[in-house]
């Protein structure tokens, strides 16, 4: 019998659709992880709509929750997933902007990403962390390696501005991971992947992809390249699935609404938990 993975999963959490816990529940769920969630904000649905109602928990709750699973002896976990993946801010038509306030950066540098063994930036979050701007394949696997130095083993730049050898209509993400030996040694391993972007605005796919990498690199340890492979496949099945059927409902060649755009979770059990590789991961 295979030993019980058990995560704690700190993040959102919306009644209606799937954002923050909602998107990492399930497909760990069905990928065989026990999971407790935590839910550092509780809204009737994400922020994307035009309205939403809920709470948002101070650190008094979150660690009065916490302490109740304590008490209990019930707090013993192979994996903390967390909102800070790193989630700092995006950059749109050529500009970046914060989604925190400046001066937690420091924190996310001194305090946050020191202790993580994983962390997927976007290529913005990247330079922020680093301190140095990406305008290369080399000047990211320098940038990566900057972040492995500050602590974590297995870095993911989840998208990026880089030109991809396929075309505008694709997305480059990158990933970096320090594997080390027996006899003391450390290696990395390098990889490169295009992605076909999709026109259309998803809210969730961020935490979605931090659950399935935290899973596929669990069950394939030092190797990047398949972990990837499955993550990134995975995420391509659900997205096609989703705009296919925001498409069908909007009708008339109106832009779907946030609602109609909610990730297709359960539907895509099936490619959650046996991703066909539709996109292959080139190691460098």
Not at 255 to 281: F, G, H, T, Y
Request: proline fraction near 5%; aromatic fraction near 6%; hydrophobic fraction near 40%.
């Amino acid at each position: 019998m295979e030993a019980e993975c058990r995560v704690l999963s700190i993040q959102s959490h919306v009644v209606r659709g799937y954002v923050g816990n909602r998107a990492a529940t399930f497909p760990l769920q069905v990928l065989g992880f026990e999971i407790d969630a935590l839910n550092s904000v509780q809204f009737s649905n994400h922020t994307g709509y035009a309205h939403w109602k809920g709470q948002v928990l101070n650190s008094d709750e979150l660690h009065e929750l916490y302490e109740g699973l304590k008490l209990n002896n019930v707090n013993k976990y192979d994996y903390v997933l967390t909102v800070c993946d790193p989630v700092m801010g995006d950059e749109w038509n050529g500009q970046g902007s914060m989604y925190v306030p400046e001066d937690l950066l420091p924190v996310y540098k001194e305090k946050v990403v020191p202790v993580a063994d994983i962390i997927t930036p976007n290529q913005f979050e990247a330079e922020l962390l680093s301190g140095r701007k990406i305008h290369s394949q080399e000047e990211a696997l320098a940038v990566m390696d900057e972040l492995h130095a500050m602590g974590p083993d297995t870095v993911v730049i989840t998208s990026s501005n880089l030109s991809s050898p396929r075309g505008s209509d694709y997305l480059t993400a990158l990933g970096s991971q320090r594997i080390r030996k027996p006899d003391g040694s450390v290696v990395t391993e390098r990889i490169r992947m295009e992605m076909h972007k999709v026109d259309a605005v998803f809210v969730g796919t961020g935490d979605l992809f931090a659950a399935m990498l935290l899973a596929w690199t669990h069950k394939h340890p030092n190797n990047l390249k398949v972990a990837c492979e499955k993550t990134v496949s995975a995420m391509h099945h659900v997205l096609q699935r989703t705009i296919k059927c925001a498409k069908a409902q909007a009708a008339g060649g109106l832009r779907p609404s946030p609602a109609q755009l909610e990730l297709k979770m359960v539907q895509s059990k099936k490619d959650i938990e046996n991703p066909e590789i539709v996109v292959q991961a080139t190691v460098l």
